[in-house]
């Protein structure tokens, strides 16, 4: 009765015939095709999931209010103002002259961003002695922020290029002659926008690789065709490779779509090892669809099966480094993490797409990822009952 | 007998949250044997052909099927037993021929294409073979999963109530293929809930509750049985039949046409029941006579209640 029991009464057999496999992966395929719904989704959720999350990247934030901290007023301070204001990046909402007031409004939320032109700015600034324009920036809603930073540094450049000109010129090389520190409050870490495209890619994996196994048995035996199935001579491990392989298609379209759009829409440089990248997303749709799988011989009903998916799918968003940074979480929590497939990935993705890593880089991440799948292939075909009990 | 055996299996037991649903169950078919299984529902009927063809792990007992270990050589058993399932388990979202194409792949055969084509054409499915299994009425859904299951030409073909729903034309085309098979040395367990079915079985075994009562050959079942008839016709049958039915000593009153034959395993009670009828209603005809397989089938399907608790 107890479905923890393993069937001990018949040693396993690594004699795959691979006929057999062919069998039950024909078999689901023709189903897969037959569930359109199942399909759409399949195809349709990263290009969804990439939008809605693509307009928090690519929204480039405007009127983000801000509080200016002026120490004196020359002519190249007021152009740096006007071409703000001009700009629809910020809304100056005051002007202030006291550090002390300008973090007060940037405190109580009523400002975005504070920016702080120290005294004798202009002065040193032709001195080339480089001064400071200070941006202290609410970086709780990083996304937001980021847009807004890159924005005010553009606008400096352009306001005081035209400025750079006469006795003045020899300012108008680059580096520029001034310096702008930013300071990102409230959420130090930051997180590129650059870092969510490729890390959506290891999500919208996650989601749909090992929900979609985790139905494989449960679903045959919600069916009654596991009777069946159990009655012929087929193998546990040809039904798994069988019954997995299709998906391994439709993780590798999710891959060219998301790839496609984050390179096209949203300009995600990809700087590293194309070789690198594929072994370690073969990697991990393997573990995926191995994680799922072994959900389907644990759960007795898809219901529960999806359950299990989502007891999966929280941590590997909220423990994985997708969410929050890896390195400052408790030591707990990483543990938990680089258990995921996904942490492992985010790092590889991270790596090669955008510090432009290669192989040699990943490796440390690609070992983890293969053990990972190994262990779950194997826990997997020990738990599958070849029987109905 | 010195016909080689090809289920021989000794004390199957399976139990269910603690309750044994088949105990000590020993059953010997003998090569080419259509044997019938019979026994009311929740008797343990579908558990036993499910240990028989490894499906289910029996908690006691051991055995060979088709030669091989019931324990340890279930894949080696299930290459060579055709299995029908009681409840349709072939896959509803795949036409018919993909069904069949599906099952041929799975037991590795040759000339598939001709196989699939053969058996369609035995179906006479070939014109519809592209049509959804999960479209198909009840008989043919029964027809289909008997044709998957022959399909690799087993040995052993294990039915479990294959014509639970069929049609009567159906039902007697089903039981002339099984009788063809039979001839080529194929043998059948089938359990079934029709006694003009039973009674074309070569030998039967009755469970109830889990333990076998009966295993015999049908010739033989009445004397087993032992089990006395006496026949009542005549007016008012009605009343007779009534008065019949509160009698001591009487197992089975079933009507037969005009008449009822009233059955028991008291010899003497009987006979004094028939007279205790023939004196109140002194128009009716009663006589004793041969009992037929018909009131011991009646006699067993409907002397025992659903074995579920
Ligand atoms: N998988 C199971 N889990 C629990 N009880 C079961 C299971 N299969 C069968 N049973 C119980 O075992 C008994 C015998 O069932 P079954 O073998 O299906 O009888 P039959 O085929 O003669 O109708 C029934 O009481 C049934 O409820
Ligand atoms: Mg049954």
């Given at each position: 009765?107890?479905?923890?029991?393993?069937?001990?009464?018949?040693?396993?057999?690594?004699?795959?015939?691979?006929?057999?496999?062919?069998?039950?992966?024909?078999?689901?395929?023709?189903?897969?095709?037959?569930?359109?719904?199942?399909?759409?989704?399949?195809?349709?959720?990263?290009?969804?999931?990439?939008?809605?999350?693509?307009?928090?990247?690519?929204?480039?934030?405007?009127?983000?209010?801000?509080?200016?901290?002026?120490?004196?007023?020359?002519?190249?301070?007021?152009?740096?103002?006007?071409?703000?204001?001009?700009?629809?990046?910020i809304d100056i909402v005051s002007i202030v002259t006291r550090a002390e007031d300008g973090d007060a409004a940037l405190r109580s939320g009523q400002a975005n961003f504070l920016i702080s032109i120290p005294e004798g700015f202009e002065r040193r600034l032709v001195?080339?002695?480089?001064?400071?324009?200070?941006?202290?920036?609410?970086?709780?809603?990083?996304?937001?922020?980021?847009?807004?930073?890159?924005?005010?540094?553009?606008?400096?450049?352009?306001?005081?290029?035209?400025?750079?000109?006469?006795?003045?010129?020899?300012?108008?090389?680059?580096?520029?002659?001034?310096?702008?520190?930013?300071?990102?409050?409230?959420?130090?870490?930051?997180?590129?926008?650059?870092?969510?495209?490729?890390?959506?890619?290891?999500?919208?994996?996650?989601?749909?690789?090992?929900?979609?196994?985790?139905?494989?048995?449960?679903?045959?035996?919600?069916?009654?065709?596991?009777?069946?199935?159990?009655?012929?001579?087929?193998?546990?491990?040809?039904?798994?490779?069988?019954?997995?392989?299709?998906?391994?298609?439709?993780?590798?379209?999710?891959?060219?779509?998301?790839?496609?759009?984050?390179?096209?829409?949203?300009?995600?440089?990809?700087?590293?090892?194309?070789?690198?990248?594929?072994?370690?997303?073969?990697?991990?749709?393997?573990?995926?669809?191995?994680?799922?799988?072994?959900?389907?011989?644990?759960?007795?009903?898809?219901?529960?099966?999806?359950?299990?998916?989502?007891?999966?799918?929280?941590?590997?968003?909220?423990?994985?480094?997708?969410?929050?940074?890896?390195?400052?979480?408790?030591?707990?929590?990483?543990?938990?993490?680089?258990?995921?497939?996904?942490?492992?990935?985010?790092?590889?993705?991270?790596?090669?797409?955008?510090?432009?890593?290669?192989?040699?880089?990943?490796?440390?991440?690609?070992?983890?990822?293969?053990?990972?799948?190994?262990?779950?292939?194997?826990?997997?075909?020990?738990?599958?009952?070849?029987?109905?009990? | 007998?010195?016909?080689?055996?090809?289920?021989?299996?000794?004390?199957?037991?399976?139990?269910?949250?603690?309750?044994?649903?088949?105990?000590?169950?020993?059953?010997?078919?003998?090569?080419?044997?259509?044997?019938?299984?019979?026994?009311?529902?929740?008797?343990?009927?579908?558990?036993?052909?499910?240990?028989?063809?490894?499906?289910?792990?029996?908690?006691?007992?051991?055995?060979?099927?088709?030669?091989?270990?019931?324990?340890?050589?279930?894949?080696?058993?299930?290459?060579?037993?055709?299995?029908?399932?009681?409840?349709?388990?072939?896959?509803?979202?795949?036409?018919?021929?993909?069904?069949?194409?599906?099952?041929?792949?799975?037991?590795?055969?040759?000339?598939?294409?001709?196989?699939?084509?053969?058996?369609?054409?035995?179906?006479?499915?070939?014109?519809?073979?592209?049509?959804?299994?999960?479209?198909?009425?009840?008989?043919?859904?029964?027809?289909?999963?008997?044709?998957?299951?022959?399909?690799?030409?087993?040995?052993?073909?294990?039915?479990?109530?294959?014509?639970?729903?069929?049609?009567?034309?159906?039902?007697?085309?089903?039981?002339?293929?099984?009788?063809?098979?039979?001839?080529?040395?194929?043998?059948?367990?089938?359990?079934?809930?029709?006694?003009?079915?039973?009674?074309?079985?070569?030998?039967?075994?009755?469970?109830?509750?889990?333990?076998?009562?009966?295993?015999?050959?049908?010739?033989?079942?009445?004397?087993?049985?032992?089990?006395?008839?006496?026949?009542?016709?005549?007016?008012?049958?009605?009343?007779?039949?009534?008065?019949?039915?509160?009698?001591?000593?009487?197992?089975?009153?079933?009507?037969?046409?005009?008449?009822?034959?009233?059955?028991?395993?008291?010899?003497?009670?009987?006979?004094?029941?028939?007279?205790?009828?023939?004196?109140?209603?002194?128009?009716?005809?009663?006589?004793?006579?041969?009992?037929?397989?018909?009131?011991?089938?009646?006699?067993?399907?409907?002397?025992?209640?659903?074995n579920f608790q």
């Amino acid at each position: 009765m107890s479905r923890l029991a393993l069937p001990r009464f018949e040693a396993p057999s690594f004699d795959v015939s691979w006929a057999r496999v062919f069998a039950v992966f024909l078999k689901e395929l023709v189903q897969m095709r037959r569930d359109r719904p199942t399909f759409a989704i399949m195809i349709m959720m990263p290009v969804i999931q990439l939008v809605l999350f693509g307009y928090a990247i690519n929204t480039d934030p405007r009127h983000m209010p801000a509080v200016i901290e002026l120490r004196e007023d020359g002519p190249m301070t007021r152009a740096f103002l006007a071409s703000l204001t001009a700009s629809t990046y910020i809304d100056i909402v005051s002007i202030v002259t006291r550090a002390e007031d300008g973090d007060a409004a940037l405190r109580s939320g009523q400002a975005n961003f504070l920016i702080s032109i120290p005294e004798g700015f202009e002065r040193r600034l032709v001195r080339g002695e480089r001064p400071q324009i200070l941006i202290a920036a609410d970086t709780s809603d990083p996304v937001a922020a980021g847009g807004a930073i890159g924005a005010i540094q553009q606008i400096a450049q352009s306001a005081f290029a035209p400025e750079f000109v006469g006795p003045l010129a020899f300012l108008a090389p680059a580096p520029a002659p001034y310096e702008i520190v930013v300071h990102r409050r409230f959420n130090p870490a930051g997180v590129s926008s650059f870092n969510i495209v490729p890390a959506l890619l290891g999500v919208i994996l996650t989601m749909t690789m090992v929900m979609i196994t985790s139905i494989a048995l449960t679903r045959e035996s919600e069916r009654g065709t596991m009777e069946n199935l159990l009655a012929t001579p087929v193998r546990p491990i040809e039904v798994m490779i069988g019954k997995t392989t299709p998906y391994i298609f439709v993780g590798a379209i999710q891959v060219v779509i998301v790839m496609t759009i984050a390179v096209l829409l949203f300009h995600i440089p990809f700087t590293g090892s194309l070789i690198a990248f594929l072994i370690g997303v073969t990697l991990f749709i393997f573990a995926n669809l191995m994680l799922g799988y072994l959900i389907s011989t644990l759960a007795k009903t898809q219901m529960q099966a999806m359950q299990m998916t989502f007891f999966v799918f929280l941590p590997s968003i909220l423990l994985s480094g997708f969410m929050f940074p890896f390195r400052a979480m408790p030591a707990w929590a990483q543990a938990i993490g680089e258990c995921l497939p996904i942490t492992h990935f985010l790092r590889i993705v991270r790596e090669v797409v955008l510090k432009g890593a290669g192989f040699a880089d990943v490796i440390g991440d690609l070992m983890p990822l293969g053990a990972i799948l190994l262990v779950l292939a194997g826990v997997a075909l020990a738990r599958f009952r070849r029987t109905l009990d | 007998m010195n016909v080689p055996l090809v289920i021989d299996v000794r004390g199957l037991s399976k139990s269910f949250g603690g309750r044994r649903v088949v105990d000590d169950f020993n059953l010997r078919v003998p090569r080419g044997a259509i044997y019938g299984f019979l026994g009311p529902n929740g008797s343990g009927k579908t558990t036993t052909i499910r240990m028989v063809c490894g499906l289910l792990k029996p908690e006691a007992g051991v055995g060979e099927v088709l030669g091989f270990d019931v324990l340890r050589e279930s894949l080696k058993i299930k290459e060579r037993v055709g299995y029908m399932t009681q409840k349709f388990s072939l896959y509803e979202d795949l036409s018919i021929r993909e069904n069949l194409e599906f099952i041929a792949r799975i037991y590795g055969l040759d000339r598939r294409a001709e196989r699939v084509d053969q058996a369609l054409a035995d179906l006479g499915l070939a014109e519809r073979q592209g049509q959804l299994a999960g479209k198909l009425s009840g008989g043919w859904k029964q027809r289909l999963a008997l044709a998957a299951c022959m399909i690799h030409e087993p040995a052993l073909l294990l039915l479990d109530e294959p014509t639970a729903g069929v049609d009567p034309k159906a039902r007697r085309d089903f039981w002339d293929q099984i009788r063809r098979y039979s001839a080529q040395g194929v043998t059948t367990l089938v359990s079934t809930h029709y006694m003009d079915e039973a009674v074309q079985c070569d030998s039967i075994a009755y469970i109830a509750y889990g333990k076998k009562l009966l295993d015999a050959p049908t010739a033989e079942i009445p004397n087993q049985i032992g089990l006395f008839a006496w026949r009542v016709s005549g007016r008012p049958l009605q009343e007779a039949q009534r008065l019949l039915e509160a009698q001591p000593g009487v197992d089975l009153v079933a009507r037969f046409g005009t008449a009822v034959h009233v059955c028991g395993k008291d010899r003497a009670a009987l006979e004094a029941a028939a007279r205790a009828a023939k004196a109140a209603f002194p128009h009716v005809e009663i006589a004793p006579i041969e009992t037929g397989f018909e009131e011991i089938f009646i006699y067993l399907m409907s002397g025992s209640v659903d074995n579920f608790q």
